[in-house]
């Protein structure tokens, strides 16, 4: 069964540091999603992406956070200068169609586990 | 006030024993989802809908658009039942997620 990747599951980084995390949609979704969930608390939206655009982004997804599709099978989130804060599990997730519209359901990858020193 | 709201944070059970979660939220939304969410970490879809009632194994979801609740269902329930059960709104093309319910089913 197509399933979502993501990679790497787990990264450790010092405060400042930029990291990209990365996943693989499974081939035939359009729409890529990034949540993320701090230890103990729910799971947050970060940003949707359609068509190499941001659809739809949060509050939290701030001037040091940028999503790509570098190329037809990756979806990056990069967060630039990361902080204590940023600590947290990061989930990707992918539909075929629009959530609204279509009423998708999202497959979502294992997560990344960030730890900001 | 959250726009999803879910109960019981908390839930124990005897293997066996019929198991309901409840969901209520405060936005328009397209769709409501439930999610389990396993002690890894990893989410998996259970359900979506926008009206009426699903049923998927011993699962079962309902909901009502008119009072913006939906509840979700476990019969016969097992061990292996035990996870964190999350309420989920579609609005625009984001989620909105509930804490989640943690269950745990003793055997």
């Known amino acids: 069964e197509p399933e979502v990747t993501q990679t790497p599951s787990h990264q450790v980084t010092q405060m400042g540091q930029e990291v990209i995390l990365r996943c693989v949609p499974i081939?035939?979704?359009?729409?890529f999603y990034w949540y993320r969930q701090i230890l103990g608390q729910k799971v947050e939206f970060l940003v949707s992406?359609?068509?190499?655009?941001?659809?739809?982004k949060s509050e939290i997804f701030d001037d040091q956070f940028s999503v790509e599709r570098p190329d037809g099978s990756n979806f990056t989130l990069k967060i630039r200068s990361t902080k204590l804060e940023d600590s947290a599990m990061y989930f990707c997730?992918?539909?075929?169609?629009?959530?609204?519209?279509?009423?998708?359901?999202?497959?979502f990858g294992p997560g990344t586990r960030l730890l900001v020193l | 006030k959250n726009e999803v709201e879910q109960s019981p944070q908390n839930l124990t059970a005897q293997e066996g024993e019929f198991i309901t979660i409840n969901c209520s939220y405060s936005v328009g939304i397209s769709a409501l989802h439930w999610l389990q969410q396993h002690p890894g970490g990893g989410i998996v879809s259970l359900f979506m809908?926008?009206?009426g009632k699903k049923k998927h194994g011993r699962l079962i979801a309902t909901i009502n658009i008119q009072e913006k609740h939906s509840s979700l269902h476990i019969t016969a329930s097992h061990p292996r039942d035990s996870a964190v059960y999350i309420c989920a709104v579609t609005s625009g093309s984001r989620l909105t997620f509930g804490e989640g319910t943690q269950l745990t089913v003793n055997p």
């Open positions: 992406f359609y068509n190499n655009e941001i659809s739809e």
């Open positions: 809908l926008s009206s």
């Open positions: 997730a992918s539909s075929e169609g629009r959530l609204a519209e279509n009423q998708e359901t999202q497959y």
């Open positions: 081939s035939n979704h359009l729409y």
